[in-house]
Every structure is written in C-alpha cells, then in structure tokens.
C-alpha cells in the first residue's frame, strides 16, 4: 500500500511538472509551430529524465485534440540484488539497478530508459533459450537469471565492448536474423560474408 501511494504520489509531481513547463513554454496557447514542438517534447524529456530519474517514462505529443502525455514512474521492489525495475512491456521482465546504470552508461540514455530498455529486449528475447543466461540483440546482450518465474536482466554489455570470441559465440549461429538493410550488399565481391545459397556455382575456391 505504501508503494502504490508512493507511485500515485511520484506520477502526479511529474504530470504536474510537464503541465507547468506546457504553460511556461508556450503561454495560453495559440498556433504552435511543428519545429517548436519537437523542441518541447525534446527538452521536456531530458528535464524530467534530469528532475525525477531516468527510469520515468515521459511520452509528449500534439494530436489535433491538442497537447497530450503519458508518464508514469516504473514499479519498483527490493530484494537481495537491490532494486529491481519492472518492465513497461513485459510483464514477467524486471531489470536490476546495475543494469538500468549499465544501459544508460552504455548507449548515452538519460531519460526514458526502462522503455528503451524494452525495445531493445523485444529483439533480444527472440533468442531466450540459445545461450543459457544470455540473450541476444543486433545491439548487444543481456544477462539474466530467472527467479520466480520471471526473467531478471542483471546486466546490459553492448556490441563494442564484445570481444571477437564472445562475437563468434554469440553471432555466428542466425547471424542473418541481426543483418539490417545498410549491411547486405548486392554484389558479390563487395561482401565480407557470403551466405552458402549465393555462392556461384561451380566455385569450389569460394566454397573451401
């Protein structure tokens, strides 16, 4: 009970906060600009990020309606790895303090973390059950351990920091499913992996 009030109590400072940057921002109103809205909602986002945590999420927007958001601080418990994070999308997903630190650290998030945690999580858990306490992203990877039937991610370890044998490990089996537009090549001789059904037949130096 204590928590619920402690949330309800956190989610209305911020709703306050972003109704109030509205009014000083942009007055009573009047025809509000595309570029300065994309600066408002830009600005706001790193103020609460900066204000009440980057574990906040803050979503700004303009609907024809008018000036829209949705916040709402994370759920939060403590137990023996510290405080644990739930997921906004996952419901069986919580993410430990470490790692929340870890991933801001990391990728250079400083507000809405826990939802950009999620869209990361969203590819990786396509690959629950390849590599046992990892999964896998074409970003980086997660680890974790399952207690009380859910996943709980200690830590996030991004692609730059991988060495070439935790990429071997890690990325060579379905590494297909990783590849974006930008890396697929065209033209043979352009490439650096070539998948087995697009070898030309009848090259067996390409094939050894």
Avoid: W
Avoid at 22 to 45: A, D, H, L, N, P
Wanted: with cysteine.
């Amino acid at each position: 009970m204590t928590q619920d009030r402690h949330f309800a109590f956190k989610k209305a400072q911020v709703e306050g906060f972003v109704k109030k940057e509205f009014q000083r921002y942009f007055g009573k109103g009047g025809r509000i600009s595309i570029r300065k809205r994309q600066r408002f909602m830009e600005r706001v986002t790193k103020k609460v990020g900066k204000k009440f945590g980057k574990d906040i999420l803050c979503l700004i927007d303009f609907t024809k309606q008018g000036f829209v958001s949705l916040v709402s601080p994370p759920h939060t418990e403590s137990t023996d790895k510290g405080k644990l994070f739930n997921s906004f999308t996952h419901p069986q997903v919580a993410y430990t303090s470490h790692c929340v630190e870890r991933f801001s650290e990391r990728t250079q998030t400083m507000d809405n973390c826990i939802i950009t945690l999620d869209s990361y999580l969203d590819e990786a858990l396509l690959t629950y059950g390849r590599h046992e306490g990892y999964l896998v992203s074409s970003q980086g990877l997660f680890a974790y351990v399952i207690e009380d039937d859910r996943l709980v991610i200690k830590t996030y370890i991004n692609f730059e920091l991988l060495s070439d044998d935790q990429i071997r490990k890690f990325y060579t089996h379905d590494m297909a499913a990783f590849l974006t537009p930008d890396m697929i090549s065209e033209e043979i001789d352009a490439s650096d992996i070539i998948l087995m059904d697009e070898l030309p037949s009848g090259d067996p130096d390409q094939r050894a």
